[in-house]
């Protein structure tokens, strides 16, 4: 069987059975293609079933360095050795191709990096400018109303920019809470604060188009399903308005609702909750961020 033929089936799995999101499909299978179309061109024809068992370690560090030299970052080059592990390991369980030799080969080393939230009255500056009677930002009320509604889900409920576009007009009455499908297909129930209600009641006010209850919350000028670019323009623009700085982006928020929480007390299980989080050592990382600010305040207090 030919190696794009495997890819078809992989994808197929991932989506049918894993539950993958489409993002993550087409993330990894963006991935494997290349590294498929890497090895035609390295081994002089397209690879089979065959082929794909004898790969040596060096062929997938070759692959490696070709997408290092592209510009590819640690973190991105973890991300692409780990979308060609899984397809093999599915090789494996599915068509018994097995090859111990590319599953042998490391990940690179990555910096380990903290995440990066905003002030707390950043925050709360940057969803009064983008909302429908804010300062910040051009255009109709109802988009603007439809942006403040967005950031707020972000800040106030800890969502990815995905999560948070992906919710249905079912999903955007007075309930106390949402159901939330995050990374892996994980799902998790997230209180809504008034604030989140009244924001979202204020945009579906405002909206010209028709909300269906099956259909996306969040809807673009066209009155399709919005998609990140327009949440991302809009923080581009407040954080040079406001002056925040290249810091703040739409997953600013979500870090800003998690470091926030802790800093207010929040317990840290119940903050992994909130985010989805597989692992409480991802949730971990906020804690370094309370310790380098609680550092900060004390140094300052002693140069004065």
């Known amino acids: 069987m030919t190696a794009a033929a495997l ?4 994808l197929t799995y991932l989506a049918s059975e894993k539950r993958a999101s489409p993002l993550t499909v087409r993330a990894y299978g963006d991935d494997v293609e290349r590294y ?76 380990r990096t903290l995440p990066r939230p905003l002030r707390q009255e950043d925050a709360a500056l940057t969803l009064m400018e983008a909302g429908a009677t804010g300062r910040g930002l051009a255009g109709p009320a109802w988009e603007r109303a439809r942006d403040e509604a967005v950031l707020t889900l972000l800040y106030g409920a800890g969502l990815r920019i995905s999560e948070a576009l992906s919710l249905t007009g079912a999903d955007g009455g007075t309930g106390a809470a949402l159901n939330i499908r995050g990374k892996g297909g994980r799902e998790r129930i997230v209180p809504v604060l008034p604030v989140i209600t009244e924001a979202i009641a204020r945009y579906r006010e405002l909206c010209p188009h028709p909300i269906e209850r099956n259909g996306p919350l969040f809807l673009a000028k066209s009155g ?19 002056g925040l700085g290249p810091r703040a982006t739409p997953h ?32 971990q990382r906020y804690t370094a961020v309370d310790e380098t600010r609680l550092m900060a305040v004390y140094d300052a207090a002693r140069a004065r």
Request: hydrophobic share 45%.
């Open 36 to 111: 498929l179309d890497f090895l035609t061109l390295h081994r002089g024809g397209a690879p089979d079933g065959t082929a794909l068992a004898k790969l040596s370690a060096a062929d997938l560090r070759a692959f490696l360095a070709s997408r290092r030299g592209e510009g590819l970052s640690s973190r991105s080059l973890a991300r692409t050795l780990a979308s060609v592990r899984a397809f093999h390991r599915f090789l494996e369980r599915r068509a018994g191709i097995k090859n111990a030799a590319v599953m042998s080969v490391a990940a690179p080393k990555q910096p």
């Open 7 to 10: 890819l078809a089936q992989w």
């Open 224 to 242: 399709r399903a919005l998609g990140p670019r327009p949440i991302q323009k809009v923080m581009e623009t407040l954080r040079i308005q406001l």
């Open 252 to 283: 600013a928020l979500r870090h800003s609702f998690a470091t926030h929480l802790l800093q207010n007390g929040g317990d840290l299980r119940a903050i992994q909750d909130l985010l989805g989080h597989a692992s409480l050592s991802t949730t």
